[in-house]
């Protein structure tokens, strides 16, 4: 299992973006964007989680940067 910790995130983007986005790699345990509690916007930053380690790992070549 890998936890995998997003960053940079565009503000406006959402959870079924990111879990989208990931999903094309393999399967996805959770998906979890952090909301700002005030706005309820997104903080930039969330967190995916990949039962299959080298799913993950493909994922964050993919995607980094």
């Known amino acids: 299992m890998m936890k995998i ?3 940079n ?3 406006k983007m959402t959870q079924g973006e990111i ?3 990931f999903k094309r790699f ?3 345990d959770s998906c979890d964007l ?3 509690q005030v706005t309820g916007l997104s903080k930039g930053f969330g967190f995916v989680v990949m039962p ?3 799913e993950g790992k493909k994922a964050i ?3 980094d940067g």
């Open 19 to 21: 879990f989208s986005l």
């Open 26 to 28: 393999g399967t996805i």
């Open 9 to 11: 995130l565009d503000r």
């Open 34 to 36: 952090v909301l700002d």
């Open 52 to 54: 299959h380690e080298n």
């Open 61 to 63: 070549q993919s995607l």
């Open 5 to 7: 910790l997003v960053r």
